[in-house]
């Protein structure tokens, strides 16, 4: 349980959560570009941090301990593959994006194309990024704060009768695990919708500075603690052994075999291992760095910066904070043996581990972790948690506001257009918070959104490279991605190779939709190619240029994927040895 002085540092940071929206409130309120964009007045470092904290979900700690249990460290490439996007953002996508100076992606839709289904294309980017996908979000997010708080919130002795007036709202079917969780969510959720819709981009962005400094002091302490519970490196390693036996060499192993573990199960071989890796790259995150990271490199003071702020994005995603993370994923199997034996820790928090292995990380902060410093760690997981949620609350009123809102009233005041957003940023919480009660495992939320990433991967990247590309083949090849998606998800497919599918089916539907449907339009293209002069093969631009420059791209991305894992390896060696 928590003590009094956890719970006084829990309250001081949530008094500054408020103090900032209410302090930058008059800032965010001229407009649409001042509320989503701050007036394109961030510092590139602010922006980095900003991405880094969002990122930095309170569910991501949680889910890497349920990976590390179920396919050891090297499942996580579901995760980390995401470096080939955030390398191309770096070297490619964050000028260019900058130079487009639009708010939303979907909006970018009336800058790339000026054919007919340009309208519907922008509608559904707005629809299914804005709305499903930002929800889907949201939901896991929820679901994995609810998981860390049960620990820590005794609602039954605090107000056990608001807790049965809850229990009386709770659906029946619901994935969580009673009326204690939704209370938490729905005071959380409230507390975040709050501080976000008032202080809009700027008021986000300084919380996500104190939230990403409070979730990497927190996560270092943990991984401190659980590495010095198991022995350090020796320890660890002959625990894993001495449970695992040869297997234990897998399970630290940085890189999936092809031959062995979780891949081999999936008869994929290494030349299909290969190609679900690359489709995982694109799957989980927009392939061209849109949505929220696109709004916050939008933001930025210049170009430039914008570039540096996704370089310092990708340092201290893949560089900085996973080291913690596998850590303590990984002293949890020695101190919770999978599938029983004596364990470490108290036996009520030892069954949660055992029902849930993504209950690791909370079981154990409470097993580990003195007063105050208890405190300390919830701070930073309740951080990484408002992190996330107000800026999903903020990108997702993006949309509402200047793909839909906009759409429908042109003339709607900018003082309008504010409401609209902060009525918008409601919305959003209410359908999260439906969506939390549906998921009952945060890798399966996951899953759920790889699906999406994977159906409009491949007609989003063409779309920057090729002219011939149109909103019609973009439109039909996420349509028959999702179609895919749906038919392979009903069945027993496993999930990698559900991948595949969609993402095949996507390209095969684009390509046949650029020889076979309507033409570019070369005026438009051309247009495009001025403003924003992305790589490939443009109007205006003959082909060797074309080529070029799209071997720049790939050339400067793949340097920087090269860098990335060989730092990887290289701490992966210090860290937990050959």
Do not use: C
């Amino acid at each position: 349980m928590l003590s009094l002085l956890d719970w006084a540092i829990i309250g001081g940071y949530l008094a500054f959560a408020l103090w900032v929206g209410l302090a930058t409130r008059e800032g965010s309120g001229r407009g649409p570009r001042s509320y989503f964009l701050a007036d394109r007045s961030l510092p590139w470092w602010w922006a980095g941090i900003s991405v880094a904290a969002t990122t930095f979900a309170a569910d991501t700690p949680l889910a890497v301990a349920g990976i590390i249990a179920d396919r050891g460290v090297s499942g996580n490439w579901m995760w980390l593959s995401w470096i080939l996007v955030h390398a191309a953002v770096a070297v490619v996508f964050a000028r260019r994006w900058w130079r487009a100076d639009v708010i939303t992606d979907a909006e970018f839709i009336a800058v790339r194309y000026a054919d007919p289904a340009a309208p519907v294309l922008r509608s559904f980017r707005a629809g299914l990024y804005g709305l499903v996908y930002n929800v889907i979000i949201l939901g896991w997010v929820l679901r994995a704060m609810a998981k860390i708080a049960q620990p820590f919130v005794p609602w039954e002795q605090w107000a056990p009768g608001l807790l049965a007036g809850v229990g009386r709202l709770l659906p029946e079917g619901t994935a969580l695990g009673g009326p204690g969780d939704l209370l938490t969510i729905l005071v959380l959720v409230a507390l975040v919708t709050t501080y976000s819709s008032l202080g809009g981009i700027r008021g986000v962005v300084r919380t996500d500075l104190a939230q990403f400094a409070l979730g990497m002091v927190g996560s270092i302490w943990l991984a401190v603690a659980a590495w010095r519970a198991v022995g350090g490196q020796r320890g660890l390693r002959e625990g894993l052994v001495a449970l695992h036996g040869a297997e234990a060499a897998s399970i630290v192993a940085l890189f999936p075999s092809p031959d062995s573990g979780w891949v081999a199960s999936l008869g994929l071989g290494a030349f299909g291992l290969g190609a679900y890796l690359l489709v995982q790259a694109f799957a989980n995150v927009p392939a061209d760095g849109g949505g929220y990271l696109q709004q916050r490199l939008s933001a930025t003071r210049s170009e430039g910066d914008a570039a540096k702020a996704a370089g310092l994005f990708i340092v201290l995603q893949y560089l900085v904070r996973i080291w913690p993370w596998l850590i303590v994923g990984l002293a949890a199997l020695v101190l919770v043996p999978v599938g029983g034996g004596p364990s470490a820790l108290a036996p009520e928090l030892a069954a949660a581990v055992r029902a849930d292995r993504e209950v690791a990380y909370p079981a154990l902060m409470v097993a580990l972790l003195p007063a105050g410093i208890l405190g300390l760690l919830v701070v930073s997981l309740l951080a990484a948690f408002m992190s996330t949620i107000d800026t999903h609350f903020n990108w997702g009123a993006s949309y509402a506001v200047k793909d839909v809102v906009l759409r429908l009233r042109p003339d709607l005041s900018p003082r309008g257009q504010i409401v609209a957003a902060r009525a918008a940023v409601v919305v959003f919480a209410i359908l999260a918070v439906a969506v939390a009660l549906q998921i009952e495992r945060i890798e399966q939320a996951w899953r759920w959104v790889a699906a999406l990433g994977a159906a409009l991967g491949v007609p989003t990247l063409l779309r920057w490279a090729w002219w011939r590309m149109t909103a019609a083949a973009e439109l039909v090849g996420a349509v028959a991605g999702l179609v895919v998606a749906v038919g392979v998800g009903v069945g027993a497919m496993a999930y990698e190779r559900q991948l595949l599918w969609i993402a095949g089916a996507s390209l095969v539907a684009t390509l046949a939709t650029i020889a076979l449907g309507p033409r570019a339009d070369r005026v438009a293209a051309a247009a495009f190619a001025t403003r924003v002069r992305p790589p490939g093969v443009w109007p205006g631009r003959s082909h060797s240029e074309g080529w070029r420059s799209m071997l720049a791209a790939v050339g400067g991305t793949a340097a920087v994927v090269v860098l990335v894992i060989g730092a990887l390896v290289l701490g992966h060696y210090l860290l937990l040895g050959p």
